[in-house]
């Protein structure tokens, strides 16, 4: 796993596009690569790029920190913490 500063969109060609929102795209790069791209307009694009064995257990991270967001704003929320 690395981190790749300031990547050229020319760089994609033949890569894959998996999945992608307004600021972040993840990329089939071939031979069990990815890459986690971040694409904000104001900044050069920046990327991680991993295994798909990374994927995975970056994925699970990813649902616990999740998780954690989700208590937190729902605790915010809470009927009882509004009182």
Do not use: K, N
């Not at 033949?14 to 790069?29: C, N, P």
Request: charged share 30%; net charge negative.
């Amino acid at each position: 796993m690395d981190f790749l500063e300031d990547v050229d969109e020319s760089a994609l060609e033949g890569a894959e596009l998996l999945a992608e929102s307004d600021q972040f795209a993840i990329y089939a790069v071939g031979e069990d690569t990815y890459l986690l791209l971040q694409r904000h307009e104001g900044t050069p694009w920046t990327a991680l790029r991993m295994s798909g064995d990374g994927v995975f257990r970056i994925g699970g991270l990813v649902v616990d920190a999740m998780r954690h967001v989700y208590r937190d704003v729902a605790a915010q929320l809470s009927p009882i913490r509004r009182r």
